[in-house]
Protein backbone atom coordinates (compact mmCIF):
# COMPACT_ATOMS: atom_id res chain seq x y z
CA UNK A 1 0.00 0.00 0.00
CA UNK A 2 1.60 3.46 -1.42
CA UNK A 3 2.56 6.06 1.46
CA UNK A 4 -0.26 8.81 1.59
CA UNK A 5 1.17 12.29 -0.71
CA UNK A 6 3.27 14.29 1.61
CA UNK A 7 1.31 17.28 2.62
CA UNK A 8 2.60 20.67 0.60
CA UNK A 9 4.97 22.77 2.93
CA UNK A 10 3.45 25.49 4.83
CA UNK A 11 3.47 29.33 3.44
CA UNK A 12 3.30 31.98 5.91
CA UNK A 13 0.60 33.94 5.06
CA UNK A 14 1.90 37.15 3.80
CA UNK A 15 2.24 39.90 6.57
CA UNK A 16 0.27 43.16 6.16
CA UNK A 17 1.75 46.32 6.35
CA UNK A 18 0.15 48.83 8.81
CA UNK A 19 1.94 51.88 7.10
CA UNK A 20 2.29 52.74 3.56
CA UNK A 21 5.69 51.00 1.96
CA UNK A 22 7.52 54.71 1.80
CA UNK A 23 6.49 55.38 5.63
CA UNK A 24 9.90 54.08 7.27
CA UNK A 25 10.94 54.21 10.89
CA UNK A 26 11.78 57.59 10.92
CA UNK A 27 9.20 58.99 9.51
CA UNK A 28 6.95 57.05 11.91
CA UNK A 29 8.83 58.09 15.43
CA UNK A 30 9.10 61.75 13.44
CA UNK A 31 5.14 61.80 13.39
CA UNK A 32 4.53 60.16 16.69
CA UNK A 33 6.81 62.93 18.51
CA UNK A 34 4.96 65.19 16.40
CA UNK A 35 2.08 64.32 17.50
CA UNK A 36 2.52 64.24 21.16
CA UNK A 37 4.65 67.84 21.16
CA UNK A 38 1.62 69.12 19.32
CA UNK A 39 -1.05 67.70 22.04
CA UNK A 40 0.41 69.75 24.98
CA UNK A 41 1.97 72.45 22.93
CA UNK A 42 -1.39 73.77 21.94
CA UNK A 43 -2.65 73.98 25.37
CA UNK A 44 0.08 75.64 26.67
CA UNK A 45 0.27 78.82 24.51
CA UNK A 46 -3.37 79.54 25.60
CA UNK A 47 -3.00 78.70 29.13
CA UNK A 48 0.28 81.18 29.09
CA UNK A 49 -1.63 84.27 28.01
CA UNK A 50 -4.09 83.22 30.86
CA UNK A 51 -1.89 82.48 33.75
CA UNK A 52 -0.52 85.73 32.65
CA UNK A 53 -4.19 87.38 32.75
CA UNK A 54 -4.89 85.56 36.04
CA UNK A 55 -1.85 86.71 37.64
CA UNK A 56 -3.47 90.48 37.12
CA UNK A 57 -1.00 91.20 33.93
CA UNK A 58 -2.77 93.30 31.09
CA UNK A 59 -2.70 93.17 27.18
CA UNK A 60 1.21 94.51 27.02
CA UNK A 61 1.96 91.95 29.48
CA UNK A 62 0.50 89.62 27.07
CA UNK A 63 2.14 90.51 24.63
CA UNK A 64 5.76 90.52 26.69
CA UNK A 65 5.48 87.01 27.78
CA UNK A 66 4.51 86.05 24.04
CA UNK A 67 7.29 87.73 22.47
CA UNK A 68 9.79 86.55 25.18
CA UNK A 69 9.12 83.43 23.41
CA UNK A 70 9.61 84.22 20.19
CA UNK A 71 12.95 86.58 20.72
CA UNK A 72 15.63 83.94 21.25
CA UNK A 73 13.98 82.14 17.66
CA UNK A 74 15.58 85.37 16.42
CA UNK A 75 18.74 85.16 18.26
CA UNK A 76 19.34 81.40 17.86
CA UNK A 77 17.99 79.82 15.08
CA UNK A 78 21.10 80.31 12.50
CA UNK A 79 22.69 78.80 14.77
CA UNK A 80 20.36 76.23 15.64
CA UNK A 81 20.49 75.27 11.52
CA UNK A 82 23.93 75.00 11.17
CA UNK A 83 24.23 72.94 14.06
CA UNK A 84 21.61 70.18 12.82
CA UNK A 85 23.82 70.24 9.36
CA UNK A 86 27.10 69.17 11.68
CA UNK A 87 25.81 67.30 14.46
CA UNK A 88 23.36 64.16 14.58
CA UNK A 89 19.72 65.97 13.63
CA UNK A 90 18.36 64.08 16.41
CA UNK A 91 20.61 64.66 19.07
CA UNK A 92 19.70 68.75 18.49
CA UNK A 93 16.54 67.55 18.74
CA UNK A 94 16.66 65.55 22.42
CA UNK A 95 18.62 68.22 23.83
CA UNK A 96 16.31 71.06 22.74
CA UNK A 97 13.01 68.97 23.96
CA UNK A 98 14.68 68.52 27.29
CA UNK A 99 15.50 72.36 27.52
CA UNK A 100 11.33 72.89 26.57
CA UNK A 101 10.35 70.08 29.29
CA UNK A 102 12.62 71.80 32.11
CA UNK A 103 11.49 74.90 31.71
CA UNK A 104 7.56 74.28 30.71
CA UNK A 105 7.39 72.15 34.14
CA UNK A 106 9.05 75.14 35.98
CA UNK A 107 6.72 77.67 34.36
CA UNK A 108 3.92 74.98 35.29
CA UNK A 109 4.85 74.99 39.38
CA UNK A 110 5.40 78.67 39.58
CA UNK A 111 1.90 79.07 38.60
CA UNK A 112 0.17 76.15 40.27
CA UNK A 113 2.51 77.52 43.44
CA UNK A 114 0.30 80.91 42.86
CA UNK A 115 1.31 84.80 42.35
CA UNK A 116 4.21 84.26 39.49
CA UNK A 117 5.62 87.33 38.56
CA UNK A 118 6.30 88.66 34.70
CA UNK A 119 9.94 88.81 34.77
CA UNK A 120 9.85 84.79 35.82
CA UNK A 121 7.15 84.70 33.45
CA UNK A 122 9.21 86.06 30.75
CA UNK A 123 12.49 83.88 31.93
CA UNK A 124 10.84 80.86 31.43
CA UNK A 125 9.22 81.18 28.65
CA UNK A 126 12.25 82.56 26.69
CA UNK A 127 13.82 79.32 27.85
CA UNK A 128 11.38 77.31 26.17
CA UNK A 129 11.55 79.58 23.12
CA UNK A 130 15.72 78.81 23.10
CA UNK A 131 14.85 74.71 22.76
CA UNK A 132 12.22 75.65 20.37
CA UNK A 133 15.39 77.65 18.26
CA UNK A 134 17.40 74.47 17.82
CA UNK A 135 14.55 72.20 17.44
CA UNK A 136 13.40 73.95 14.26
CA UNK A 137 15.72 73.26 11.96
CA UNK A 138 16.94 69.85 12.65
CA UNK A 139 13.30 68.40 12.93
CA UNK A 140 12.51 69.83 8.68
CA UNK A 141 15.92 68.70 8.16
CA UNK A 142 15.50 65.44 9.09
CA UNK A 143 12.05 64.76 8.20
CA UNK A 144 13.23 66.17 4.37
CA UNK A 145 15.78 63.31 4.58
CA UNK A 146 13.75 60.81 5.50
CA UNK A 147 11.22 61.19 2.35
CA UNK A 148 12.06 60.82 -1.12
CA UNK A 149 11.12 62.54 -3.82
CA UNK A 150 8.27 60.43 -5.57
CA UNK A 151 6.29 60.23 -1.84
CA UNK A 152 6.81 63.70 -0.88
CA UNK A 153 4.26 65.47 -1.32
CA UNK A 154 1.86 62.50 0.01
CA UNK A 155 3.93 62.53 3.14
CA UNK A 156 4.57 66.01 3.93
CA UNK A 157 0.56 66.13 3.83
CA UNK A 158 0.46 63.24 6.06
CA UNK A 159 2.85 64.31 8.71
CA UNK A 160 1.04 67.64 8.94
CA UNK A 161 -2.51 66.03 8.79
CA UNK A 162 -1.45 64.20 11.97
CA UNK A 163 0.70 67.32 13.80
CA UNK A 164 -2.02 69.45 12.95
CA UNK A 165 -4.99 66.86 14.09
CA UNK A 166 -2.73 66.78 17.43
CA UNK A 167 -3.59 70.15 17.50
CA UNK A 168 -7.22 70.13 17.73
CA UNK A 169 -7.00 68.20 20.89
CA UNK A 170 -4.77 69.76 22.44
CA UNK A 171 -6.23 73.40 21.44
CA UNK A 172 -9.83 72.33 22.30
CA UNK A 173 -8.89 70.37 25.78
CA UNK A 174 -6.50 73.12 26.85
CA UNK A 175 -8.82 75.72 26.67
CA UNK A 176 -11.95 73.41 28.21
CA UNK A 177 -8.64 72.54 30.96
CA UNK A 178 -7.91 76.05 31.55
CA UNK A 179 -11.77 77.09 32.77
CA UNK A 180 -12.20 73.61 34.62
CA UNK A 181 -8.56 73.55 36.85
CA UNK A 182 -6.19 76.40 35.72
CA UNK A 183 -3.46 77.35 33.27
CA UNK A 184 -1.11 75.81 35.65
CA UNK A 185 -2.01 72.40 34.86
CA UNK A 186 -1.97 72.71 30.87
CA UNK A 187 1.43 73.53 31.20
CA UNK A 188 2.58 70.54 33.47
CA UNK A 189 0.67 67.90 30.69
CA UNK A 190 3.10 70.09 27.82
CA UNK A 191 6.20 69.65 30.19
CA UNK A 192 4.82 66.07 30.43
CA UNK A 193 4.46 65.62 26.28
CA UNK A 194 8.29 67.13 25.66
CA UNK A 195 9.38 64.54 27.62
CA UNK A 196 7.69 61.92 26.16
CA UNK A 197 8.58 63.20 22.52
CA UNK A 198 12.48 63.72 23.27
CA UNK A 199 12.10 59.97 24.24
CA UNK A 200 11.12 58.73 20.88
CA UNK A 201 13.00 61.11 18.89
CA UNK A 202 15.63 59.47 20.81
CA UNK A 203 15.69 56.23 18.35
CA UNK A 204 15.96 57.65 15.19
CA UNK A 205 18.58 56.84 12.87
CA UNK A 206 20.91 59.08 10.96
CA UNK A 207 22.78 56.31 9.33
CA UNK A 208 21.29 56.59 6.22
CA UNK A 209 22.51 60.63 6.24
CA UNK A 210 25.70 60.80 3.86
CA UNK A 211 28.95 61.72 5.53
CA UNK A 212 29.01 65.54 5.96
CA UNK A 213 32.29 66.70 4.14
CA UNK A 214 34.59 68.89 6.79
CA UNK A 215 33.28 72.37 6.72
CA UNK A 216 35.54 75.74 7.21
CA UNK A 217 33.46 76.61 10.57
CA UNK A 218 30.14 77.64 12.04
CA UNK A 219 30.64 80.93 9.78
CA UNK A 220 31.50 79.33 7.09
CA UNK A 221 28.64 77.37 7.05
CA UNK A 222 26.35 80.36 8.20
CA UNK A 223 27.66 81.84 4.76
CA UNK A 224 26.89 78.71 2.60
CA UNK A 225 23.46 78.75 3.65
CA UNK A 226 22.85 82.60 3.06
CA UNK A 227 24.24 81.72 -0.61
CA UNK A 228 21.51 79.25 -1.02
CA UNK A 229 18.41 81.41 -0.15
CA UNK A 230 19.94 84.52 -1.84
CA UNK A 231 20.32 83.38 -5.18
CA UNK A 232 16.70 82.08 -5.29
CA UNK A 233 14.68 84.56 -5.79
CA UNK A 234 11.22 82.61 -4.88
CA UNK A 235 13.04 81.65 -1.34
CA UNK A 236 13.69 84.92 0.08
CA UNK A 237 10.97 86.49 -1.29
CA UNK A 238 8.42 84.60 0.35
CA UNK A 239 10.39 84.50 3.65
CA UNK A 240 10.01 88.22 3.47
CA UNK A 241 6.52 87.71 2.80
CA UNK A 242 6.20 85.73 5.96
CA UNK A 243 8.19 87.91 8.24
CA UNK A 244 5.57 90.44 7.66
CA UNK A 245 2.25 87.62 7.90
CA UNK A 246 3.92 85.63 11.07
CA UNK A 247 3.86 88.91 12.83
CA UNK A 248 0.71 90.14 12.16
CA UNK A 249 -1.13 87.09 12.49
CA UNK A 250 0.88 85.98 15.78
CA UNK A 251 0.18 88.90 17.58
CA UNK A 252 -3.40 88.74 16.31
CA UNK A 253 -3.39 84.81 17.71
CA UNK A 254 -1.34 85.13 20.98
CA UNK A 255 -2.74 88.77 22.28
CA UNK A 256 -5.94 89.80 20.67
CA UNK A 257 -7.70 86.98 20.24
CA UNK A 258 -7.48 85.80 24.16
CA UNK A 259 -8.60 89.57 25.07
CA UNK A 260 -11.48 89.00 22.39
CA UNK A 261 -12.30 85.33 24.36
CA UNK A 262 -12.17 87.43 27.75
CA UNK A 263 -14.58 90.14 26.82
CA UNK A 264 -16.40 89.45 23.81
CA UNK A 265 -17.02 85.35 23.78
CA UNK A 266 -17.01 83.94 27.40
CA UNK A 267 -13.35 83.41 27.90
CA UNK A 268 -10.40 80.64 27.69
CA UNK A 269 -13.11 77.57 26.18
CA UNK A 270 -14.67 79.15 23.02
CA UNK A 271 -10.79 80.61 22.06
CA UNK A 272 -9.84 76.96 22.43
CA UNK A 273 -12.90 75.87 20.24
CA UNK A 274 -12.17 78.54 17.32
CA UNK A 275 -8.30 77.27 17.11
CA UNK A 276 -9.48 73.52 16.98
CA UNK A 277 -11.51 74.49 13.91
CA UNK A 278 -8.51 76.09 12.65
CA UNK A 279 -6.90 72.81 13.21
CA UNK A 280 -9.51 71.04 11.62
CA UNK A 281 -9.45 73.20 9.12
CA UNK A 282 -5.52 72.29 8.48
CA UNK A 283 -6.57 68.30 8.27
CA UNK A 284 -9.03 68.64 5.64
CA UNK A 285 -6.11 70.80 3.55
CA UNK A 286 -3.55 67.78 4.52
CA UNK A 287 -6.52 65.42 2.90
CA UNK A 288 -6.45 67.47 0.09
CA UNK A 289 -2.92 67.67 -0.60
CA UNK A 290 -2.13 63.72 -0.40
CA UNK A 291 -4.09 63.41 -3.71
CA UNK A 292 -3.58 66.62 -5.63
CA UNK A 293 -0.44 67.45 -6.72
CA UNK A 294 -0.36 71.09 -7.92
CA UNK A 295 1.64 71.74 -11.11
CA UNK A 296 2.76 74.99 -9.92
CA UNK A 297 3.71 74.77 -6.17
CA UNK A 298 4.09 78.40 -5.33
CA UNK A 299 1.54 80.31 -7.40
CA UNK A 300 -1.20 77.33 -5.75
CA UNK A 301 0.43 78.11 -2.35
CA UNK A 302 1.18 81.78 -2.06
CA UNK A 303 -2.69 82.04 -3.74
CA UNK A 304 -3.54 80.55 -0.23
CA UNK A 305 -1.96 82.70 2.13
CA UNK A 306 -4.80 85.33 1.39
CA UNK A 307 -7.64 83.55 3.53
CA UNK A 308 -4.86 84.33 6.90
CA UNK A 309 -6.35 87.24 6.72
CA UNK A 310 -9.94 86.15 7.51
CA UNK A 311 -9.02 85.40 11.67
CA UNK A 312 -7.81 89.04 12.42
CA UNK A 313 -10.98 90.38 10.46
CA UNK A 314 -13.32 88.20 12.41
CA UNK A 315 -11.90 89.09 15.88
CA UNK A 316 -12.23 93.05 14.71
CA UNK A 317 -15.86 92.50 14.15
CA UNK A 318 -15.98 90.21 16.38
CA UNK A 319 -18.12 87.55 14.73
CA UNK A 320 -19.40 85.05 17.58
CA UNK A 321 -18.13 81.75 17.95
CA UNK A 322 -19.70 79.73 15.23
CA UNK A 323 -18.60 82.72 12.41
CA UNK A 324 -15.08 82.45 13.91
CA UNK A 325 -14.52 79.33 13.80
CA UNK A 326 -16.01 79.46 10.38
CA UNK A 327 -13.11 81.62 8.88
CA UNK A 328 -10.60 79.59 11.54
CA UNK A 329 -11.46 76.81 9.49
CA UNK A 330 -11.06 78.01 6.11
CA UNK A 331 -8.02 79.87 7.00
CA UNK A 332 -6.83 76.49 8.49
CA UNK A 333 -7.56 74.42 4.70
CA UNK A 334 -5.93 77.25 3.00
CA UNK A 335 -2.28 77.58 4.80
CA UNK A 336 -1.81 73.45 4.86
CA UNK A 337 -1.89 73.99 1.13
CA UNK A 338 0.71 76.47 1.28
CA UNK A 339 2.96 74.85 3.88
CA UNK A 340 2.78 71.42 1.84
CA UNK A 341 3.51 73.40 -1.62
CA UNK A 342 6.43 74.74 0.60
CA UNK A 343 7.87 71.67 1.64
CA UNK A 344 7.71 70.09 -1.18
CA UNK A 345 9.53 72.75 -2.99
CA UNK A 346 12.23 72.77 -0.73
CA UNK A 347 12.72 68.96 -0.73
CA UNK A 348 13.19 69.49 -4.52
CA UNK A 349 14.98 72.50 -4.29
CA UNK A 350 17.35 72.57 -1.56
CA UNK A 351 20.79 70.05 -1.42
CA UNK A 352 20.26 67.74 1.44
CA UNK A 353 23.29 68.39 3.57
CA UNK A 354 22.08 72.46 4.04
CA UNK A 355 18.29 71.55 4.37
CA UNK A 356 19.01 72.52 8.22
CA UNK A 357 20.92 75.49 7.40
CA UNK A 358 18.25 76.95 4.64
CA UNK A 359 15.72 75.94 7.38
CA UNK A 360 16.91 78.06 9.87
CA UNK A 361 16.87 80.80 7.29
CA UNK A 362 13.67 80.27 6.28
CA UNK A 363 12.89 79.92 10.20
CA UNK A 364 14.84 83.42 11.39
CA UNK A 365 13.13 85.46 8.63
CA UNK A 366 9.62 84.40 9.20
CA UNK A 367 9.27 85.21 12.78
CA UNK A 368 12.45 87.81 12.91
CA UNK A 369 9.54 90.47 13.46
CA UNK A 370 7.02 88.57 15.43
CA UNK A 371 8.70 89.47 19.24
CA UNK A 372 8.21 92.94 18.41
CA UNK A 373 4.98 92.82 16.71
CA UNK A 374 4.05 90.94 20.28
CA UNK A 375 5.45 93.33 21.77
CA UNK A 376 4.11 96.58 20.42
CA UNK A 377 0.48 94.79 20.05
CA UNK A 378 -0.74 96.42 23.44
CA UNK A 379 0.61 99.69 22.09
CA UNK A 380 -1.34 99.40 19.26
CA UNK A 381 -4.68 98.55 21.03
CA UNK A 382 -3.99 101.84 22.67
CA UNK A 383 -2.87 103.44 19.90
CA UNK A 384 -5.79 102.11 17.58
CA UNK A 385 -7.91 100.74 19.74
CA UNK A 386 -8.14 96.97 19.48
CA UNK A 387 -10.86 96.85 16.65
CA UNK A 388 -8.53 99.33 14.25
CA UNK A 389 -4.83 97.18 15.28
CA UNK A 390 -6.87 94.07 14.08
CA UNK A 391 -7.92 95.46 10.90
CA UNK A 392 -4.18 96.78 10.31
CA UNK A 393 -3.03 92.90 10.84
CA UNK A 394 -5.74 91.50 8.21
CA UNK A 395 -4.65 94.23 5.59
CA UNK A 396 -0.51 93.87 6.36
CA UNK A 397 -1.77 90.12 5.30
CA UNK A 398 -3.44 90.94 2.08
CA UNK A 399 -0.42 93.84 0.93
CA UNK A 400 2.09 91.48 1.70
CA UNK A 401 1.24 88.40 -0.30
CA UNK A 402 0.33 90.54 -3.20
CA UNK A 403 3.63 91.77 -3.48
CA UNK A 404 4.69 88.53 -3.52
CA UNK A 405 3.03 87.19 -6.59
CA UNK A 406 4.88 89.58 -8.24
CA UNK A 407 7.98 87.69 -8.24
CA UNK A 408 8.16 85.35 -11.74
CA UNK A 409 9.75 82.87 -9.77
CA UNK A 410 7.12 82.24 -7.69
CA UNK A 411 4.23 82.05 -10.30
CA UNK A 412 6.28 80.04 -12.65
CA UNK A 413 7.98 77.22 -9.94
CA UNK A 414 6.68 73.49 -11.09
CA UNK A 415 6.62 70.59 -9.77
CA UNK A 416 9.62 68.16 -10.92
CA UNK A 417 9.62 64.38 -11.48
CA UNK A 418 10.73 62.59 -8.62
CA UNK A 419 14.27 61.64 -8.12
CA UNK A 420 15.42 58.67 -6.40
CA UNK A 421 14.63 55.96 -4.37
CA UNK A 422 12.61 56.38 -0.37
CA UNK A 423 14.81 56.51 2.03
CA UNK A 424 14.20 55.12 5.47
Wanted: charged share 10%; with cysteine.
Amino acid sequence: MSSPPAAPPHTPAPVRRRRPAWAGRNYTLLTGAAVVTNLGSHGALIAAAFAVMEAGGSGADVGLVAAARTLPLVLFLLIGGALADRLPRHRVMVAANALNCLSQAAFATLVLAGDPQLWQMMLLTALCGTGTAFFNPAAEGMLLSTVSGEHANRAFALFRMAMNGAGIGGAALGGAMIAAIGPGWVLAVDAAAFAIAGALRAFLDVSHVPDRAPGGGLLADLREGWVEVRTRPWLWSIVLQFSVVVAVVGAAEAVYGPLVARDRLGGPAPWGLALGFFGAGTIAGAVLMMAWKPRRLLLVGTLCVFPLALPSAGLAVPLPVWGLCVVMLISGLAIEVFGVSWMTTMHQEIPEEKFSRVSAYDWFGSVSMLPLATALAGPAESAFGRTGALWGCAALVVLATALVLLIPDVRRMTRKPAPGPAKT
